[in-house]
């Protein structure tokens, strides 16, 4: 092995080449083989690339974790791929078992560099810096120079300057100096790796402890953290109910402003939730907006969404009020056209069901129909169709943002589908004495999301450890110096300073002539001659 | 408000013009490149692969040895002093931006892209300025900084406004400035990567026909420092931008948490700043993999940089993703 090659590159966790298979099939003989395998830099690397790669499906194909509702609309556009991409993970990749098992055998990789590293590191931190060569001019820097002073004055010297330039020292012989620094950077290299166990841990308690839940709360609304209160609630697979503490959240008001000049006409500029909480630890007022939670009792609000919801009166043959109250609709565009139904399942005779987009400031285009112009509600219109019969709602999981007309039967007037736009205050009569359904006024909602990960702490605890470990392994220098002092043939002392890098370093050489310069103890180097 | 978002575009249309003219200059020191004479037994690696670095270091630096009559030189000399220039004009671009915006002058993607432009050219010009002799670099960086602002001006320009309320956070300057200063070195890393790609193909026995070969584009390529230089000045590069690119993804999870409640949540940018990550730790990992040194980590490199791409703009044009507001 040349001395060149010595040089381990940044993040080397290899202890060593895996070798070939063992000629005779012991267990124990193959089980070593196999770890040697798993443990050697090319595996790693191998591993790391599949790893790049194994994660690009989750990119392209819907999340389940991340969106649920497009993972169902995926499944009825593409109805014959949905059942085979689904047996290969492809809408859970990141708790998929061919994803997991390239982390965790990364992971089982890095272990097992990382940890005989260690020992090997601790052994050559406390280890003093090892002899000089016998042959210095052999190393890849090498400087001499003659001066008049004794070799023990010279090597006392040489030890004093690389202690100051903060070498670790050690004198093996009279006349010798060997020298060691940058320790550091296999230090940083192994906390590293280290760290990104400590961030998978983190990870790991979070999926296992935490929760996130969603809820939609109409403006002068309020929910309680509870179970049942939550539209959607992810809670992690070790899962506390007692971890659930329901602390509640009024909405008071929702404040929206939007661009209204010429440049990104219509961008949202402000959404500001004003809320009154209460918690275990108390209750306040409180303003809450996008990059500004609010925490409570360890959980923290955060606005993800908002829109409109209209209130709704509907009455049926009857004249009775059966149906009274807000209704979210779904924001489908930058103008904040939105989509929703009402579901009326005691009207009599039978259940009604009403379809409609609701526009905030609502136009009329020629050729697209009503249009909304502006996301705030300056000119609020919802135009109306209306369904009579069975709303298929068997309690199966249903979204209350879509009809199922499968069993219903549109109601006309005059041949032609009823259809209606209304202002706030105005009603739709509906056809055959069935009933109306009354406009009343909006409301804005918010979709507050919950979140509770226990793992957070400790997840940056080790983002930032990882950064720690990575700056030192990539940018401190690993080298020895040796200084020999001897006497020369015309009574003077020659001195020697050759230097070895363990890394790549293209200073070395300015860092030798340096430290021959002072140990010289001037700083012309017109008396040295390499 | 208005009228420093002209000045800011009527200069980003300047720098570009200076851009143009810089990459015509460094065109034709590749047409000029010299034919250098024959004496390339000092600086083969033998191998054909990377030599060690005990060889490199007695290499030199054939740049600087170059047999020609120095026009090819001249038109670097030239180039090098227009893209200073366009530098120039290019940063003025960004500050009047930002002084139109009020604000850090990278809320949407035309300014994130107009202003990791100027740091390609920023890393470029450092590196010239720290004593790599990278000269060769404004071959590859000059044209792609022109792309950069071709897409701009054509694909992306929004007017100077105000920003969603989604980005309003002071993690929006950290986060996405830490990413520009990494897109910079990594640009600079992947032209060097392609270059050494290049090289290498040329250090074959052919090397001596190359030199003195009537194709401009394969004598320019054989009058660059060797690979294993090359594959010297990438690593640094990248162990300069990888810390960076580590700690923008991590801001990025901090700011997520912040402002979502997770700092990880699988995200299509999220996914693609991972597989940029993990396609950058390998390339440092095969940097120390016998057998991966040079080609095979150049090609790492180049990929970490298409992925970087992807996600600065596919991920906007191609998924759904909650970064997908910013400004397409």
Same mark, same amino acid.
Not at chain 1, 103 to 126: D, E, I, K, T
Not at chain 2, 162 to 171: R, T
């Given at each position: ?52 790669? !194994? ?22 556009? *593409? ?7 689904? $047996? ?39 280890? $003093?810096?090892?002899? #000089? #060569? ?31 330039? $903060? ?22 290299? !192994? ?19 935490? =929760? ?28 506390? +109910? ?106 009599? #005779? ?45 309690? $199966? ?50 979709? =507050?999301?919950?979140? *509770? ?13 990882? !950064?720690?470990?990575? !700056? ?14 001897? #006497? ?7 001195? +020697? ?34 | ?30 047409? &000029? ?15 054909? %692969? ?80 720290? %004593? ?32 969603? /309320? ?39 026995? %052919? ?18 420092? /060797? ?14 931008? &990888? ?21 990880? %949540? ?7 700043? &991972? ?29 970490? &940089? ?23």
């Amino acid at each position: 092995m040349r001395v060149t090659d010595v040089a381990d590159r940044a993040l080397d966790t290899s202890p060593e080449d895996p070798g070939t298979p063992p000629q005779s099939l012991g267990a124990a003989g193959w089980g070593r083989w196999a770890w040697r395998q798993l443990t050697s830099m090319r595996t790693a690397l191998l591993l790391l690339l599949l790893l790049a790669v !194994l994660a690009v499906p989750g990119s392209v194909f819907p999340q389940r974790r991340v969106d649920r509702a497009a993972v169902a609309d995926f499944a009825r556009r *593409h109805e014959d791929a949905y059942p085979w991409l689904e $047996r290969l993970w492809a809408f859970d990749v990141y708790a998929s078992p061919w994803f997991s098992a390239t982390y965790l055998l990364l992971f089982l990789s890095l272990l097992g560099c990382v940890v005989p590293r260690m020992r090997q590191h601790w052994r050559a931190m406390r280890a $003093r810096p090892p002899a #000089p #060569p016998r042959r210095l001019e052999r190393l890849p820097e090498h400087v001499t120079a003659t001066v008049s002073e004794t070799p023990a004055a010279v090597a006392e010297r040489a030890a004093a300057v690389l202690r100051a330039e $903060r070498y670790r020292v050690a004198v093996p012989a009279p006349g010798e100096v060997a020298a060691e620094k940058g320790h550091l950077r296999e230090t940083g290299n !192994l906390l590293f790796h280290a760290s990104l166990l400590v961030i998978l841990v983190a990870m790991a308690i979070g999926s296992m402890r935490g =929760f996130t839940g969603n809820v939609v709360v109409v403006e002068r609304g309020f929910f309680v953290s509870t179970r049942a209160s939550y539209d959607t609630l992810r809670t992690g697979t070790h899962f506390d +109910e007692r971890d659930l503490i329901p602390f509640s959240v009024q909405l008071d008001r929702f404040r929206v402003r939007y661009e209204e000049g010429p440049s990104q006409f219509g961008a949202p500029r402000e959404f500001t939730a004003e809320v009154r909480w209460q918690g275990s630890e108390g209750r306040g007022r409180a303003v809450v907006a996008p990059n500004q939670p609010l925490t409570i009792d360890g959980a923290r609000v955060f606005v993800t969404g908002n829109g409109y919801a209209p209130h709704f009166t509907v009455r049926d043959r009857s004249g009775e009020v059966v149906y009274e109250g807000a209704t979210p609709f779904l924001p489908r565009d930058g103008m904040n056209t939105s989509t929703g139904v009402v579901k009326v399942a005691d009207a009599q #005779p039978e259940p009604l069901g009403f379809e409609g987009f609701f526009l905030p400031t609502a136009a009329f285009d020629p050729e697209r129909g009503p249009i909304s112009i502006f996301p705030d509600a300056r000119l609020p219109r919802v135009v109306l169709t209306a369904w009579q019969g069975d709303l298929a709602d068997d309690g $199966r999981a249903q979204s209350v943002f879509t009809l199922d007309t499968s069993r219903m039967t549109q109601l006309e007037r005059n041949g032609t589908p009823l259809r209606a736009s209304l202002a706030p205050g105005e009603t739709m009569k509906l056809p055959g004495g069935l009933g109306s359904i009354t406009f009343d006024r909006v409301s804005r909602f918010v979709n =507050f999301q919950v979140a *509770h990960d226990p793992g957070r702490r400790l997840a940056l605890l080790g983002a930032l450890l990882v !950064l720690g470990g990575l !700056l030192p392994s990539l940018l401190v220098r690993r080298r020895r110096l040796w200084v020999r002092a001897t #006497p020369g043939a015309d009574g003077r002392t020659v001195i +020697e300073v050759a230097g070895l890098s363990r890394t790549e370093d293209d200073r070395l050489g300015d860092d030798v002539r340096r430290v021959a310069a002072r140990v010289c103890g001037d700083d012309d180097p017109s008396r040295q001659r390499e | 408000m208005g009228d420093l978002a002209d000045i800011s575009y009527g200069l980003v249309l300047s720098a570009m013009a200076v851009y143009a003219c810089a990459m015509v200059a460094f065109a034709a020191s590749v047409a &000029f490149a010299p034919r250098r004479r024959v004496e390339v037994a000092a600086t083969a690696g033998g191998s054909g %692969g990377v030599a060690s670095p005990a060889v490199e270091v007695r290499g030199g630096d054939p740049l600087e040895g170059s047999e020609g009559d120095g026009r090819g030189e001249r038109a670097t000399r030239i180039g090098i002093s227009l893209t200073a220039l366009a530098f120039l004009l290019h940063v003025a671009a960004v500050v009047t931006r930002a002084l139109a915006v009020e604000r850090a002058p990278w809320g949407n993607l035309y300014e994130f892209v107009l202003t990791m432009a100027l740091a390609a050219t920023a890393a470029y010009l450092l590196l010239l300025a720290r %004593g790599h002799r990278v000269a060769f670099l404004g071959v590859v960086t000059v044209p792609f900084v022109l792309l950069a602002l071709g897409v701009c001006v054509a694909v992306l320009y929004v007017d100077a406004g105000d920003l969603v /309320p989604a980005l309003k956070s002071y993690w929006l300057v950290i986060h996405v400035a830490v990413a520009i200063v990494s897109s910079g070195a990594l640009m600079a890393g992947a032209a060097l990567s392609l270059l050494l790609l290049a090289r290498d193909g040329g250090d074959d026995p %052919g090397d001596v026909s190359a030199a003195t070969d009537g194709n401009a584009v394969r004598r320019w390529i054989a009058q660059l420092p /060797p690979a294993p230089v090359l594959d010297r000045v990438a690593h640094q590069v990248h162990a300069f931008a &990888f810390p960076l690119w580590t700690f923008a993804v991590i801001s990025g999870a901090i700011w997520a948490e912040r402002a979502w409640g997770r700092y990880w %949540g699988w995200d299509a940018k999220e996914v693609w700043a &991972f597989i940029t990550w993990v396609v950058y730790a390998a390339y440092l990992h095969a940097q120390s993999t016998a057998g991966w040194r040079g080609r095979r980590a150049a090609v790492l490199a180049l990929i970490g &940089f298409v992925c970087f791409l992807f996600n600065l703009l596919g991920v906007n044009f191609w998924f759904t993703s909650l970064h997908s507001y910013a400004g397409v």
